[in-house]
């Protein structure tokens, strides 16, 4: 993983113990909590926008979102022009998310993988480099 990413990190409250931990996964890195800040029932929409413009706007390098199925997070996070969001549920979807599509935000979902396994999904996001080429005509394509 490379030293001095600054990452954006957001969840709902069903992603809010894995968030916690995830926070911590890069030591080197500069992580910036954009909440929720417990485990009491809030939306999703209210951590993943900050998250998407705080990567969108180049402040960050990369974010991590987490609720429960991964799908809130990402449908929003997407309705940013430059950010993409992919679900990922394991290490080898999380390798391609960021080879071959360039994304730039990871949703894990917490109520379908362990937190081991989520904390194996963003390690492997964040240290996975994009391979451009073919990948890059198409990822110049995704624009709106």
């Not at 993943?48 to 990369?62: L, Q, R, Y």
């Not at 993988?113 to 990948?135: M, Y």
Request: hydrophobic share 45%; with cysteine.
């Amino acid at each position: 993983m490379k030293q001095g990413l600054k990452i954006a990190i957001g969840a709902d409250h069903a992603g809010f113990e894995y968030k916690e931990a995830l926070a911590k996964i890069a030591p080197d890195a500069e992580v910036k909590d954009f909440g929720t800040y417990s485990p009491d029932s809030v939306d999703y929409p209210d951590f993943a926008h900050p998250v998407a413009a705080a990567v969108e706007s180049g402040e960050f390098d990369f974010g991590i979102l987490v609720c429960g199925s991964a799908n809130g997070v990402a449908i929003t996070a997407n309705k940013h022009q430059g950010i993409r969001a992919a679900i990922c549920w394991n290490t080898e979807l999380a390798a391609l998310a960021r080879s071959h599509n360039n994304a730039n935000i990871v949703c894990i979902p917490a109520r379908f993988v362990s937190l081991d396994e989520a904390k194996s999904i963003v390690k492997t996001f964040l240290s996975t480099g994009f391979e451009g080429g073919r990948h890059a005509t198409r990822v110049n394509k995704m624009a709106c």
